[in-house]
């Protein structure tokens, strides 16, 4: 059954239990005194939350062993599985479990997780009623497990294996790193994510304050440890140094493949440079290990790679028509080998590496067969796991059956209220090349709208660009999928391709509820070039007529704030009373996450016109939403609302380096990035552009800007376009008048296709300053004129007193 086959095809999985028995590791521990130290001081002060990165086998488990084992006090202890089931918070029930015993009073919002934990009902309060919303269920869950934590700290939690963690986990402790629990230190460990790819988690606290987490990494070991561990393994005073050598080259300094090297050493025994067949690399080693194995025993280890970390001895049997007894006696003779150890509830492999390992040297033919029989055993099970089914049918090389129960897993992912997980394994279905195309078109609408608010949205963009791109495609799913689509391009930062995108679904969207909140996107003036002000008034009439004739009160509502936000731009002063009959409805107050998306458009709105109290108002309505209901995806947006108040009112302190804090944790929110850049090379302008501002300053504003100019006529943003251009011609208007006058001419003529003439208020006044300062202020007298035309009966302050100190230059 094992051979020495080179495929590198990842193995299966299957539900491990928590055990803390995981965390007892070799006798020998080096190479790690400072990162313990460090654990040992972060803990001993709670509340904290600690991120133990590194790559597989770095002894990420073996160091919070360290850690734990004298550490006083309540330890809740989880560990995720590499084949989850769409359950969320599944590691942290588990956790909680083991510590149910010693719960004491508890908050009521606690009830929440009764459902998900009925051997716990006698101690839980009563679930409260079902909440519509799945997002508000979603966050009175993540509540009532912070209220659990709450009743059982002081405590440390040590979560394992977080890079396989459900986005919900994910969201739970992204909450935590900013709403921590008093007396509960958060210790978790996880992969270090590779380039070009990430984890849920790693994603989650990318958007987190960079105070709120504090990350540990682990490196491999030097050649002093690799020699100490040698010295102690072998029983060496003093061991060779081509040994040491030898040892760090093969093994990377990986402690794990240390250690097995080490191991396998020690029990050959004699010169372990005198012999040539000598095993160096953990390949070599397991090869070593399985060579007096009988082959019976080898085959029922094959199996139990393909199936997981910790074979179930009742699925083995199952699967290779065995008996019990057989399977136990194969599984022991294997863990005499080294090969596996005891858990304390059963024996698994001692690391996912050697699974690997084992896994590899499987034929390829045997690891799908046996891939197909676990997938058949599992079949028989209630409630069936469709994550485990899909994943073992994928590498069975059965596409029809994956498909069906990835999609089976994505339902329930959304069920549950968990769009990321759904979207990640309809994702997965996208690469089935056999896919009949309306099975595609069906999977990939499924796809499009968990990656709405999920976190996989570029990987989605391109499989749905793919299928809009045949002429085929059905004008229902057209519509269905453009909007999507464009939805996500702008949610990516792509203002006018995802603005172009919607507009080419807004025909073929035939139901109305799903037509008028697209084109109540489409009212929207502050986001693309090329669309005049007039096109955005007459979206949103269209969308109006949808949403009357929908009858949903979701898409009126949509429809109304979009209006809203369109009229706070042009200067409408009937706008504020419509925004106060709003924010007084029904309505909004039954969506708070839309009343805060709301009011932080609305404030920004404020903003561009010059109501800095109005905004200030909205923004701390906005801010107070966020934090009931724990919407941490508009974080973001609330501090950059802030920051942006503060640039509007002259606030500038320190403004520059926040401003610098949230472009660097914005990466995660493309949505809210270019905005921050150009609210950052503003303030940077303005800065420079003092008297006491250095040359070097003022070449940084200004390189700064022309980024932000560049980016944002790639994506086609008019807002960021208009305030940089507008910010440069300030900063050049001294020294370089005619430069100036160009930038600010080009974003006059931006202002004027886009048809909100205050938009331009800044760049006119510089165009009459430089008329004034070369003597000739006629020159600017028709910018000046068109800017009093365009803002004249419009509650326009910012305009207005622009449009006062161009009148003291160029007189009418």
């Given at each position: 059954m094992i051979d020495g086959g080179e495929d590198k095809t990842r193995g299966g999985g299957s539900p491990t239990p928590v055990r803390s028995e995981r965390l007892r590791g070799p006798v020998e521990f080096v190479g790690r005194a400072a990162e313990l130290a460090r654990l040992r001081r972060l803990v001993a002060t709670p509340p904290c939350l600690i991120l133990l990165e590194g790559e597989p086998g770095i002894g990420k488990s073996r160091l919070v062993a360290e850690l734990l084992a004298e550490l006083p006090g309540r330890h809740l202890i989880g560990e995720c599985d590499d084949v989850p089931e769409p359950f969320p918070l599944g590691v942290l029930l588990d956790a909680i479990r083991g510590g149910a015993d010693r719960l004491g009073p508890l908050n009521p919002v606690a009830g929440a997780l009764a459902p998900l934990l009925p051997e716990l009902a006698d101690?839980?309060?009563?679930?409260?009623?079902?909440?519509?919303?799945?997002?508000?269920?979603?966050?009175?869950?993540?509540?009532?497990?912070?209220?659990?934590?709450?009743?059982?700290?002081?405590?440390?939690?040590?979560?394992?294996?977080?890079?396989?963690?459900?986005?919900?986990?994910?969201?739970?402790?992204?909450?935590l790193s900013t709403h921590p629990v008093e007396g509960l230190a958060v210790?978790?460990?996880?992969?270090?994510?590779?380039?070009?790819?990430?984890?849920?988690?790693?994603?989650?606290?990318?958007?987190?304050?960079?105070?709120?987490?504090?990350?540990?990494?682990l490196s491999p070991l030097d050649a002093d440890d690799v020699r100490r561990l040698a010295a102690r393994t072998l029983r060496l005073d003093d061991p060779p140094q081509q040994l040491t050598a030898i040892l760090l080259d093969r093994t990377a300094g990986i402690p794990f493949v240390v250690e097995e090297v080490l191991r396998t050493l020690a029990e050959r025994g004699g010169d372990p440079l005198a012999d040539d067949s000598v095993p160096f690399v953990l390949r070599d080693v397991l090869l070593w290990r399985l060579r007096p194995l009988d082959e019976a025993t080898r085959e029922v280890l094959g199996a139990a790679a393909v199936l997981g970390m910790t074979p179930d001895q009742r699925v083995l049997a199952s699967v290779l028509s065995l008996d019990r007894v057989a399977i136990g006696a194969a599984l022991t003779t294997a863990h005499r080998a080294g090969l596996l150890h005891d858990a304390g509830d059963g024996l698994r492999f001692r690391h996912d590496l050697a699974r690997q390992v084992v896994y590899d040297l499987v034929p390829r033919e045997s690891r799908e067969w046996l891939?197909?029989?676990?997938?058949?055993?599992?079949?028989?099970?209630?409630?069936?796991?469709?994550?485990?089914?899909?994943?073992?049918?994928?590498?069975?090389?059965?596409?029809?059956?994956?498909?069906?129960?990835?999609?089976?897993?994505?339902?329930?992912?959304?069920?549950?209220?968990?769009?990321?997980?759904?979207?990640s394994f309809l994702l997965q279905t996208m690469d089935i090349a056999e896919l009949p195309r309306p099975v595609r078109v069906r999977l990939a609408a499924k796809l499009g709208r968990s990656a709405i608010d999920g976190l996989s949205q570029a990987e989605a963009i391109p499989v749905l660009e793919r299928l809009l791109a045949d002429r085929r495609l059905p004008p229902g799913a057209r519509g269905e999928l453009g909007l999507v689509l464009g939805r996500m391009l702008r949610q990516q930062g792509e203002a006018l391709r995802g603005y172009t995108?919607?507009?080419?679904?807004?025909?073929?969207?035939?139901?109305?509820?799903?037509?008028?909140?697209?084109?109540?996107?489409?009212?929207?003036?502050?986001?693309?070039?090329?669309?005049?002000?007039?096109?955005?008034?007459?979206?949103?009439?269209?969308?109006?007529t949808a949403a009357a004739a929908s009858g949903d009160p979701a898409a009126h509502l949509a429809v109304r704030i979009a209006r809203a936000s369109l009229l706070l731009e042009l200067g409408d002063p009937a706008v504020w009373a419509i925004i106060s009959e709003l924010r007084a409805s029904a309505d909004l107050a039954d969506r708070p996450r839309e009343h805060a998306r709301a009011c932080l458009n609305w404030a920004q709105g404020a903003l561009h016109a010059g109501h800095p109290e109005q905004a200030e108002a909205l923004l701390a309505a906005g801010r107070a939403l966020v934090d009931e209901t724990g919407y941490?995806?508009?974080?973001?947006?609330?501090?950059?609302?802030?920051?942006?108040?503060?640039?509007?009112?002259?606030?500038?302190?320190?403004?520059?380096?926040?401003?610098?804090?949230?472009?660097?944790?914005?990466?995660?929110m493309p949505v809210t990035l270019l905005d921050a850049r150009a609210e950052l090379a503003t303030v940077l302008a303005r800065t420079a552009g003092t008297e006491s501002g250095r040359h070097d300053q003022v070449e940084s504003a200004e390189r700064a800007l022309r980024e932000v100019m560049v980016d944002a006529r790639r994506v086609g943003a008019i807002w960021p376009l208009v305030q940089a251009l507008s910010a440069l011609a300030r900063l050049t208007v001294t020294g370089r008048p005619d430069e100036a006058v160009r930038h600010a001419a080009e974003a006059l003529v931006l202002v004027r296709g886009k048809g909100i003439l205050a938009w331009a208020a800044e760049a006119v006044l510089v165009l009459a300053e430089a008329a004034t300062a070369a003597g000739d202020p006629g020159r600017a007298a028709g910018a000046v004129a068109e800017l009093e035309a365009g803002i004249a009966g419009r509650d326009a302050p910012l305009a207005q007193a622009a449009l006062r100190r161009c009148r003291a230059l160029v007189p009418a």
């Open positions: 101690v839980l309060p009563d679930a409260p009623p079902p909440l519509t919303d799945p997002a508000a269920e979603r966050h009175r869950l993540l509540r009532a497990v912070a209220a659990v934590l709450a009743a059982l700290s002081p405590a440390t939690l040590l979560l394992e294996d977080l890079h396989w963690a459900d986005p919900a986990t994910c969201e739970l402790l992204a909450y210790v978790l460990t996880a992969r270090t994510a590779t380039p070009g790819s990430s984890t849920p988690i790693h994603d989650a606290l990318a958007r987190t304050p960079p105070w709120s987490v504090t990350r540990v990494a891939h197909l029989r676990v997938a058949r055993v599992l079949e028989q099970e209630l409630p069936r796991p469709v994550a485990q089914l899909a994943h073992h049918y994928r590498r069975a090389g059965s596409g029809a059956d994956f498909v069906r129960n990835a999609e089976a897993a994505a339902d329930l992912a959304t069920e549950r209220g968990d769009d990321a997980t759904a979207a995108e919607i507009e080419r679904a807004v025909p073929y969207l035939r139901a109305p509820r799903r037509k008028a909140p697209a084109l109540a996107v489409l009212a929207a003036p502050d986001t693309v070039v090329g669309r005049h002000v007039d096109d955005h008034l007459a979206r949103c009439a269209e969308a109006e941490e995806r508009l974080a973001s947006l609330v501090e950059a609302t802030e920051l942006s108040l503060d640039r509007a009112a002259g606030r500038l302190d320190g403004l520059a380096e926040r401003l610098s804090r949230l472009v660097a944790s914005a990466e995660r």
